[in-house]
């Protein structure tokens, strides 16, 4: 098969192939005219593939994972996958707890607003929170010293030239991962870009992100801030570049 056929039947785009190629997991062979020619057993491999990072597992699993399942042993692909699975399990209890939590802090607040007598007096600290529930000092997770540095910082990315470095392959593959993370956020458009408040169990994952993102695409500027129990993300880029932020965030706006 050539990969227009094998991107047909296996439902995989073309890009995506591409990109497995370069990262690894999906070897193709070459015609004399340089097409890239693919077996039948690229179907049953591509649908490893998609089990396999629909459990979540990060591509670098994946290949480790992909070099046991060609030996073609079942028993050494559940040995090394179980514990693979087990890690998520954990991961996914754990942020399930958080945001359980973070769900009675807010129940209590608002049966607390229900049970405040409306005054007319000015608003004390009771007013709107019980003491229970007032948020943790904010966190940013990277502080600029003082205001000309800021103003210095906002005057590099504005112009900083609007180009990324990234291919169409590794874009597919970077706007996939951007779109894993910022699931089920809450967005709103700001005047130069987005603001998405996300859980504050992703800010490690979304912070790696964003340092390899401004390799590529230097005009993006991002602002983390930790607030308890939630992440504060804002995304700035020039007006050359609002097509691709967009691209990125558009989805949760």
Request: hydrophobic share 45%; net charge negative.
């Amino acid at each position: 098969m050539r990969i227009s056929q094998l991107a047909e039947r296996s439902g995989v785009p073309a890009t995506t192939l591409r990109f497995y190629e370069a990262a690894g997991l999906l070897p193709a062979d070459r015609s004399p005219s340089g097409y890239r020619l693919y077996g039948e057993d690229a179907i049953e491999r591509l649908a490893f593939i998609g089990a396999a990072k629909h459990l979540g597992l990060p591509l670098e699993e994946v290949s480790e994972l992909l070099a046991v399942w060609e030996s073609g042993a079942c028993a050494e692909v559940k040995a090394d996958l179980r514990p693979r699975i087990a890690a998520r399990i954990a991961d996914a209890e754990a942020r399930a707890a958080e945001l359980s939590a973070f769900t009675v802090t807010l129940h209590r607040a608002l049966e607390h607003l229900d049970a405040l007598p409306d005054r007319s007096g000015r608003c004390d600290p009771e007013c709107g929170f019980p003491t229970s529930a007032a948020p943790a000092r904010p966190v940013d997770v990277a502080v600029l010293p003082g205001r000309r540095a800021a103003e210095r910082e906002t005057e590099r990315w504005r112009s900083a030239p609007v180009a990324c470095s990234l291919d169409g392959d590794g874009l597919a593959e970077r706007t996939a991962q951007w779109r894993r993370l910022v699931d089920g956020a809450v967005g709103r458009e700001t005047g130069e870009g987005v603001h998405l408040t996300l859980p504050a169990d992703r800010a490690g994952a979304i912070a790696a992100l964003a340092v390899a993102e401004q390799q590529c695409c230097p005009f993006f500027d991002f602002r983390l801030h930790l607030d308890g129990s939630v992440l504060h993300l804002q995304v700035r880029a020039p007006s050359d570049g609002a097509a691709l932020l967009t691209e990125l965030f558009g989805s949760v706006v």
